[in-house]
């Protein structure tokens, strides 16, 4: 319809050669790691996963890093730090620098033109610096910052409270972000940049929930919320990770708008070595042809997930058995057919086999 592929299919593939299903390996963990007492090195290719690099959901290849950790631990609080130079995203089998990396998904639309966004970032810095610290676990209670720096680019900083009960009973979480440009956004041609040079962007990002624990099993029940305020368009290059907001559903993500707010209410119970997860969604998005605040033309929607995973033990040790449901509809019974296509009105279905060794 309208000459749109899938996209889900697509990215099971490479979706920098879309016709090529051959020759779609790839090295993704090579590294150099040395251990200590309370601290710890990783130097070369590996799979990180924080709030602004992470594996993604649902591809058979994930997002893959090139770069420098270190941790370190120290009176009970958590310290890293990370360099990273290159990024081999999800659905593709190339390595690529970070400039390189940005817009191989789309590019979307420029904020103040309206047109295809043409990326282009040629003042941003070699190498990203990531920092994050977590503070030790008090009745429960944790602190923790991420903070990134992308020089010449975009900076983005993330503080949150954590409450996760020890044997059952509340479980709360809020989070904030905030997100600025750093030098020219990229480019000093504000058309090129990958985000104008007065950009801000805010969200917060909180959940309250119930967790019930036995021996053999877990169950837990949370209420979620995510407002991206009116402030400006949060950004993150998709290439590198999912967005990292509590009211996140598998098929879908909220970067690239401002003006939002989502809630979700979940349903998650472990039991051995099987989960199950049922969760539904509202998210209410700018309209879809608001290009200064929805960056891909995404339309308000609704969504319901399941997911039954099971982790096998004993022979089949290291295989894991995955389905996963989703089914999204518009609240708008007007959209064009090309904003329908691959975003809403659609049941995406999964049953996933890996192995682990």
Same mark, same amino acid.
């Given at each position: 319809?309208?000459?749109?592929?899938?996209?889900?299919?697509?990215?099971?593939?490479?979706?920098?050669?879309?016709?090529?299903?051959?020759?779609?390996?790839?090295?993704?963990?090579?590294?150099?790691?040395?251990?200590?007492?309370?601290?710890?090195?990783?130097?070369?290719?590996?799979?990180?996963?924080?709030?602004?690099?992470?594996?993604?959901?649902?591809?058979?290849?994930?997002?893959?890093? %090139?770069?420098?950790?270190?941790?370190?631990?120290?009176?009970?609080?958590?310290?890293?730090?990370?360099?990273?130079?290159?990024?081999?995203?999800?659905?593709?089998? /190339?390595?690529?620098?970070? =400039?390189?990396?940005?817009?191989?998904?789309?590019?979307?639309?420029?904020?103040?033109?309206? /047109?295809?966004?043409?990326?282009?970032?040629?003042?941003?810095?070699?190498?990203?610096?990531?920092?994050?610290?977590?503070?030790?676990?008090?009745?429960?209670?944790?602190?923790?910052?991420?903070?990134?720096?992308?020089?010449?680019?975009?900076?983005?900083?993330?503080?949150?409270?954590?409450?996760?009960?020890?044997?059952?009973?509340?479980?709360?979480?809020?989070?904030?972000?905030?997100?600025?440009?750093?030098?020219?956004?990229?480019?000093?041609?504000?058309?090129?940049?990958?985000?104008?040079?007065?950009?801000?962007?805010?969200?917060?990002?909180?959940?309250?929930?119930?967790?019930?624990?036995?021996? /053999?099993?877990?169950?837990?029940?949370?209420?979620?919320?995510?407002?991206?305020?009116?402030?400006?368009?949060?950004?993150?290059?998709? %290439?590198?990770?999912?967005?990292?907001?509590?009211?996140?559903?598998?098929?879908?993500?909220? %970067?690239?708008?401002?003006?939002?707010?989502?809630?979700?209410?979940?349903?998650?119970?472990?039991?051995?070595?099987?989960?199950?997860?049922?969760?539904?969604?509202?998210?209410?998005?700018?309209?879809?042809?608001?290009?200064?605040?929805?960056?891909?033309?995404?339309?308000?929607?609704?969504?319901?997930?399941? /997911?039954?995973?099971?982790?096998?033990?004993?022979?089949?040790?290291?295989?894991?058995?995955?389905?996963?449901?989703?089914?999204?509809? =518009?609240?708008?019974?007007?959209?064009?057919?090309?904003?329908?296509?691959?975003?809403?009105?659609?049941?995406?279905?999964?049953?996933?086999?890996?192995?682990?060794?």
């Amino acid at each position: 319809m309208d000459g749109l592929r899938n996209r889900y299919e697509i990215g099971q593939y490479d979706i920098t050669n879309r016709g090529n299903t051959v020759g779609l390996e790839r090295l993704e963990d090579l590294y150099i790691e040395g251990k200590w007492a309370s601290e710890g090195v990783r130097f070369g290719r590996q799979t990180l996963e924080t709030p602004f690099f992470n594996k993604q959901d649902g591809r058979m290849r994930p997002t893959t890093e %090139e770069g420098l950790v270190y941790h370190k631990m120290f009176r009970n609080w958590t310290a890293e730090g990370m360099a990273i130079w290159a990024v081999s995203p999800r659905s593709t089998v /190339e390595w690529y620098s970070l =400039s390189e990396s940005i817009g191989l998904y789309g590019s979307g639309r420029h904020p103040e033109t309206g /047109e295809k966004h043409e990326i282009a970032i040629e003042s941003g810095a070699k190498a990203i610096g990531l920092l994050h610290f977590q503070s030790p676990v008090w009745r429960g209670w944790t602190t923790h910052g991420y903070h990134m720096w992308y020089p010449g680019v975009f900076q983005t900083h993330r503080v949150g409270l954590d409450h996760t009960p020890i044997d059952g009973g509340l479980l709360m979480g809020l989070h904030y972000y905030r997100q600025t440009a750093m030098g020219d956004g990229g480019n000093i041609d504000q058309v090129k940049a990958y985000l104008p040079v007065n950009h801000l962007a805010q969200v917060w990002s909180g959940r309250l929930g119930l967790v019930q624990e036995s021996s /053999e099993s877990r169950t837990e029940w949370t209420l979620n919320g995510t407002r991206i305020t009116d402030d400006g368009r949060y950004l993150m290059p998709r %290439e590198w990770g999912r967005d990292p907001f509590f009211t996140f559903l598998p098929r879908e993500r909220n %970067e690239g708008v401002s003006n939002m707010w989502a809630t979700t209410v979940k349903w998650d119970y472990q039991h051995q070595h099987q989960e199950w997860i049922a969760a539904a969604g509202w998210y209410l998005l700018p309209a879809w042809d608001d290009f200064t605040r929805n960056k891909y033309q995404t339309p308000s929607y609704n969504q319901v997930y399941l /997911e039954w995973a099971d982790a096998l033990a004993g022979f089949w040790e290291g295989v894991k058995l995955r389905t996963m449901f989703a089914y999204k509809w =518009s609240q708008d019974r007007t959209l064009p057919d090309h904003v329908k296509v691959n975003t809403v009105n659609m049941l995406n279905a999964s049953f996933i086999v890996d192995y682990h060794f």
